[in-house]
């Protein structure tokens, strides 16, 4: 006799596959999946489809990266037995979805959105907006519907693209007469957002900021050399500041024995406390939270046929669940269902 | 040993299944089908997912006409056995086309097509377009690119659709560095448009000038007798005008015999020729027309499960079909494929 399985709240997460993850991933999202996995019902997305909205001419940068974000996901410690993997251009539901969705939102009402107003300017597109761009924020309500997810872990400035999920999924259920789908809730991590090692707010590949997750002993101590302290901390003796100080943030984030931490903060604060031996210490506590997954990333890499059998295993089981709440959607719609 | 077939151009056609199919229907596309389904490779799309891009607050519409769409196909004489009769919404490989290609076109060339600026207008829609809607040229494009069609029969008011989809093939074919799609033809039927029963220069259900292919005897005499005709024919005896006169319009549409339908123009421009005659003729002309599709469509109607065995065996090779250009296409754009 199998015992019923208590209800839990799912979980939609994921990521572009556009570059390896980092610590700001890690801090931002990761450790979260990892800490939920048990206690939640958890999707990750592999949204590779949604990457190509805006890096249609760059695909091979999408593809290259989709085996690499897998394989960071299970180097932090992501439980494909917990956690279902799965890739996004490969889960047909999620397409039919979003064609049904973009008949429920107007056009007005993208362009509305504060997120895709701001990425707009951000990406420079002005006009020459791909149409698919301007549409991701109903791919998005696609795919957090697709598995009923009910938490969405998401940045501040992605809160909006869940209002527009709910508004979506408010209109189906309207005319369906019936609650298919039940409403999301975007969930903002306490921790917040990693400053980049050069003290800039966000830590992006991109900017050249950021501190890769399969970083050697090497990587990790050039990177910790040359981050952001605070610029008027001459000497050592120097009273120095802790605010704003890239190196006390990230032993903030990281170094788990915080009376220690407060006790350097107040040495740095008083002065006479070099940079070097905090950063000495912070880059202890990177080698540790480091090292094993660089480790077990290059053991899993091994075996590349493994990490696929992962990706396919979790894709089969994310269609079956897509495919169920594509076919309630079209039934609560009204569409035509051909029979057997 | 199986014979080669020879290579026949593939031809893309369909309807929104939003009400019955009426005459201007038949002379502007289902008797071209029936012509052209041995020397082509046919398929026919009965259109339901394009149709709720205008009707997602009306989709018991759609769905009631998708089963009368197909038996007024099967009435006039498309034959299940050479044209491929498809139902778009239960072809996933469509939607997920769509969503690539919408990343291939910017919103500002899609606010320039002319018909979706024009369609806009008619509508009504203002800034308030459905999402669907303006991307709708997209999601035709995904049509005629998923079945390789390279002759696509529209109306003159489409063939910039057609412009469209080829700009994104082109596209395509550019980045996958060969050529995937063939390019697509707009076929504007000769025949042109037949006008309303009214006289307008349009036959449609709404506007209420439409004769349906079901109409019965007793529908077809009230059509022909509130015919436009020439307002200033008053007296059989006073000359009258053929041009712009339906019921001549409609004779030479219907009416095989050419040289009587000559002499009668003549008769009526030189005065002595009433309208009962000319439409007495018309009468009889469009009930030899009708009554066997109609019969036909009687009879079909009465086995529903045999129409849905059509409908669904044809959905069944058109997924077949258009999945293959999908994994060609996600091929040529470089997406990533799970092995097995």
Not at 23 to 33: I, T, W
Not at 75 to 86: K, N, R
Not at 130 to 141: D, I, K, N
């Amino acid at each position: 006799m199998s015992v019923p399985q208590p209800i839990r709240p799912v979980i939609l997460t994921g990521d572009r596959p556009t570059g390896p993850l980092h610590l700001g991933h890690y801090v931002g999202s990761l450790r979260n999946r990892v800490a939920m996995q048990h206690s939640h019902r958890q999707f990750i997305l592999v949204a590779d489809a949604q990457a190509l909205t805006d890096n249609a001419d760059n695909s091979a940068r999408v593809r290259d990266n989709v085996v690499e974000v897998v394989l960071d996901y299970l180097s932090v410690g992501v439980d494909p037995d917990a956690t279902v993997i799965c890739l996004q251009s490969a889960l047909p539901a999620l397409a039919e979805l979003t064609m049904l969705y973009l008949n429920l939102v107007t056009v007005a009402r993208l362009e509305r959105n504060p997120t895709i107003k701001a990425e707009i300017q951000m990406r420079g597109f002005g006009r020459d907006i791909p149409a698919g761009f301007l549409c991701y924020p109903v791919s998005q309500a696609a795919d957090i519907t697709g598995f009923r997810a009910t938490v969405v872990p998401v940045g501040e400035d992605q809160a909006p693209m869940i209002e527009q999920t709910n508004e979506i999924l408010r209109r189906i259920n309207r005319m369906a007469g019936r609650d298919i789908l039940p409403e999301a809730e975007a969930v903002i991590p306490r921790a917040g957002r990693l400053p980049g090692l050069d003290g800039r707010a966000k830590m992006s590949k991109s900017l050249g900021n950021a501190l890769s997750l399969s970083a050697s002993a090497q990587e990790i101590a050039q990177a910790v050399k040359r981050m952001y302290t605070d610029p008027d901390h001459l000497k050592p003796s120097d009273p120095g500041r802790v605010e704003g100080n890239t190196v006390f943030t990230y032993l903030d984030a990281f170094d788990a024995d915080v009376a220690e931490v407060e006790d350097l903060k107040a040495r740095y604060r008083r002065g006479g406390l070099g940079d070097s031996v905090v950063k000495a210490r912070l880059q202890a506590v990177l080698l540790t939270l480091l090292e094993p997954i660089r480790e077990r990333r290059l053991e899993l890499a091994r075996d590349r046929a493994a990490v696929l059998d992962i990706l396919r295993a979790g894709t089969a089981q994310a269609r079956r669940v897509t495919q169920t709440v594509l076919e309630e959607v079209r039934e609560g719609l009204g569409l035509f269902t051909l029979p057997g």
